[in-house]
């Protein structure tokens, strides 16, 4: 599974803006998909996932702020951000976890300045 992220740029606080990663295969069998994300000096981090089923699960710090979803027809993930800090600048990589292997994106930057 190749997986293309897109999306990311410069927003101010309190703004938003919309991930996306597009698979060059169907996802509709893949079991989990994921936004994952990794600020300078830090280890990457879990952000959200969505299984196939769509159910989701987020990290407290994005919670009530972001939004994970799926559109199977298009072979699309969405990560929507709204409220936006400055503390959710980093690279996001999307991730699917199919057939217990694990496919990465190649990172969209997002940073939100002050």
């Known amino acids: 599974v190749q997986l293309q992220a897109s999306g990311g740029g410069l927003v101010q606080a309190g703004g938003s803006l919309r991930l996306s990663c597009t698979a060059s295969?169907?996802?509709?069998?893949?079991?989990?998909m994921g936004w994952y994300r990794q600020a300078p000096g830090k280890q990457r981090e879990l952000v959200a996932i969505i299984s196939n089923m769509d159910s989701t699960n987020y990290a407290d710090s994005v919670k009530g702020r972001f939004t994970i979803s799926k559109d199977n027809g298009k072979n699309t993930m969405y990560l929507q951000m709204n409220r936006v800090k400055p503390e959710d600048t980093a690279v996001y990589y999307c991730n699917a976890d199919k057939l217990q292997h694990d496919y990465w994106g190649q990172g969209t930057q997002v940073t939100v300045s002050s």
């Open positions: 295969e169907s996802i509709s069998s893949i079991s989990i």
